[in-house]
């Protein structure tokens, strides 16, 4: 296992209270190797994809895949309570160890004084772009509109929040851009990158699989586009298989090595979190064979924990051994999103092949990577409750997609606002909850605070009012 190159020297140096920090480099980012500025980005995306700090990312508890045991503000949709809008914020701009698109930014820049040859560095630019690309999604899928086109830009301190739906078609052409720009034949990133260890293949079918996301969250609100990006994706070649998953694999020791989940629930001691009871019950209903791969039982049953409730972890299923474990991966992008995104693509007429196949597929290696076998998900498939169903396509890949999705809360989280299930506010709204499951983050207090102009004029474009609102649809999500 290669060691990680990371604290060698990082570009935030502490929680940015607005952009403009960002262009505080004191110390010289100029000195530092493009490889480490690269790692540190890979690195800090997936620490933030798998957080389980309520203050950065509480997606699993909006999500319902996990719910808390004696805090209980972010399960009843109480955000300012540890300011996880502005902790997200940071996360992906900036953060008090560096944060993703700093870093990646950063690395862009740094590439041409550390790479010679012409063939790798074009290979390490279009990596690097392909992931600025993934957290630039993540952000405007978030909050809506962003600092985008001048966020980065020393000669602008304040800067102006670009529209969600304009970045967006910059995004896919980018990453379609990069995807065409990779050639397997040169070199690339090697030990600075701790996914595929900078094969461009790789990475060309990790593009590929971040094009059909990308162009099946914009579905409803332009078809067109959808349509055309799900094509080039597939044209250009998507995961086909659970050895395609990016998966960052994290190190024993040293702890800061380690994955988020087992720092935040075995190294500190505490018992913060539970198994959700809706993802429970669900997956008792259906006999889902992941149940002993992702739960412990209590009392020889499985049970899940009442979002909203001071439940007190010891009447609650826990999590599983392997879940706990501190070199358990963190995932960026999987086969069986893959599949489940290309059923849904053939269900909206924006591709052709069989939904229920892909369908399958799907569910098939969700079952497989956490352990589970074929034979598992062929009977698990059997259940008229799992089998696809092509008049009720939104609630079979949604619920299988939200399973599949437990230690993905994000993702968890964006898929119940795409496709509707499960429709949380009906079947399990959490006890106190304040409103219905929230569509969006809130701006971060201290944009309002230190870029006030460009902050009200984002409010109120994407809220309709100068009142800045959870519960406001992004605009692909009307």
């Known amino acids: 296992m290669k060691r990680w190159i990371i604290g060698v020297a990082l570009l935030a140096t502490a929680c940015t209270k607005n952009l403009s920090s960002l262009n505080n480099n004191s110390k010289n980012p100029q000195e530092v190797p493009s490889g480490s500025l690269f790692l540190n980005g890979e690195k800090n995306l997936s620490d933030a994809l798998s957080s389980t700090d309520p203050g950065v990312g509480p997606f699993r508890i909006l999500a319902q895949t996990w719910t808390e045991n004696t805090y209980t503000s972010e399960a009843r949709y109480i955000l300012t309570a540890d300011n996880s809008p502005q902790g997200w914020w940071n996360a ?8 993703v698109l700093d870093n990646l930014v950063a690395a862009a820049k740094a590439f041409p004084n550390d790479v010679t040859d012409a063939g790798t560095l074009r290979n390490d630019e279009d990596i690097t772009d392909i992931l600025q690309v ?18 980065f830009t020393d000669s602008i301190p304040f800067p102006a929040y670009d529209d969600a739906k304009t970045i967006y078609k910059d995004l896919l052409t980018r990453l379609d851009t990069a995807i065409n720009g990779l050639n397997t034949s040169n070199g690339s990133l090697g ?10 293949a790789h990475w060309k079918k990790f593009g590929a699989t971040l094009e059909l996301k990308l162009a099946l969250v914009i579905a409803d609100a332009d078809p067109q586009d959808a349509q055309t990006y799900t094509q080039k994706a597939l044209s250009n070649g998507v995961f086909a298989s659970n050895a395609d998953n990016a998966l960052l694999a994290y190190e024993a020791s040293p702890t800061t090595n380690a994955n988020p989940v087992y720092q935040a629930l075995v190294i500190s001691g505490r018992h913060d979190y539970s198994p959700c009871d809706l993802i429970v019950d669900t997956m008792v209903a259906w006999s889902d064979p992941r149940l002993p791969l992702y739960f412990t039982t209590i009392n020889g049953v499985y049970a899940g924990g009442v979002p909203g409730a001071g439940n007190g972890y010891v009447k609650f299923s826990q999590f599983s051994s392997q879940w706990l474990q501190p070199t358990f991966p963190g995932t960026l ?15 909206r007429n924006l591709a052709t092949g069989s939904a229920a196949t892909h369908y399958a597929n799907a569910v098939t290696a969700a079952i497989e990577s ?23 396509w939104k609630q079979q890949i949604g619920f299988q997609q939200w399973i599949a999705y437990a230690n993905r809360g994000w993702d968890a989280w964006t898929s119940i606002r ?32 230190s870029n006030p102009i460009h902050w009200a004029e984002a409010v109120q474009a994407v809220n309709g009012s100068a009142t ?9 999500n009307q």
């Open 418 to 449: 795409r496709l509707g299930y499960p429709n949380i506010d009906a079947v399990n709204p959490p006890v106190g909850a304040q409103g219905n499951l929230p569509r969006r983050f809130t701006y971060p207090g201290n944009e309002e605070s």
């Open 134 to 151: 993934y957290a630039w999604s993540i952000l405007v899928n978030t909050y809506g509109n962003v600092p985008y086109t001048k966020a």
């Open 333 to 347: 992008l999987d086969y069986a999103e893959s599949e489940f995104l290309q059923a849904e693509a053939v269900a």
């Open 468 to 476: 800045d609102n959870v519960a406001t649809k992004l605009w692909w």
């Open 370 to 392: 956490w352990g589970g076998s074929a034979g598992d998900a062929a009977e698990y498939l059997l259940q008229p409750a799992v089998a696809y169903n092509a008049a009720t």
């Open 92 to 99: 992906l701009y900036a953060n008090g160890t560096g944060g």
């Open 191 to 200: 030990a600075s990158d701790q996914v595929y260890q900078g094969d461009p």
